[in-house]
């Protein structure tokens, strides 16, 4: 008769508790949760290539699994947290003390509170408007139209967020959302 605590039963209850963690890193919302979440799957898969006598691959997990892919996770996330705006509309210097006032600043700041973003607005990059959203990861150009008094906001069609302030700016007139795909031109 085996005992309760054999090898045979740790590891399929580890592989189960995989199965388990495996399904919260899917189903759940929280980016964070899910890191750590990654971390837990990491060290149970290490756990079971230590109990099959493969060490060296379990070392390899921990550092890499547990260790180094949450951390990238963990960056990632946190460079999310920021809204980068363009703002052509203004040439030259943008105080970093100066209250932007204005109705499109003032969806701005109701959109960047919804969603818990830090807004950055710069009007001193120079550049195509495709790479400045390609490659320097402008979330949002801002164009104002001084003869109409109307403002055209631009972003990638690909970002949620875009969809997200074209609803916000939908009872608004006097500016109009305009999305792209990756790789369009929009001039």
Do not use: W
Not at 44 to 67: F, H
Not at 124 to 129: M, R
Request: with cysteine; net charge negative.
């Amino acid at each position: 008769m085996s005992s309760f605590f054999s090898t045979e039963n740790i590891a399929f209850a580890l592989q189960v508790l995989m199965i388990i963690v495996s399904l919260f890193i899917v189903f759940h919302k929280k980016n964070f949760t899910i890191i750590i979440l990654i971390s837990v799957f990491s060290l149970l898969a290490a756990t079971l290539y230590t109990m099959n006598q493969a060490p060296d691959v379990a070392i390899a997990e921990v550092a890499i699994g547990a260790a180094i892919i949450p951390l990238i996770y963990v960056i990632s996330i946190s460079r999310q947290r920021e809204y980068i705006v363009l703002d052509k509309s203004r040439h030259g210097f943008i105080d970093p003390d100066e209250v932007l006032e204005g109705v499109v600043y003032d969806i701005l700041n109701e959109f960047v509170q919804t969603y818990d973003l830090n807004l950055n607005v710069c009007c001193d990059i120079e550049g195509s408007e495709e790479d400045l959203t390609k490659e320097l990861n402008v979330d949002l150009i801002i164009d104002y139209d001084l003869e109409n008094d109307h403002y055209t906001l631009k972003g990638k069609a690909s970002s949620t967020l875009m969809s997200k302030l074209k609803r916000l700016t939908a009872n608004h007139p006097s500016i109009t959302v305009v999305t792209f795909k990756d790789g369009d031109s929009i001039d």
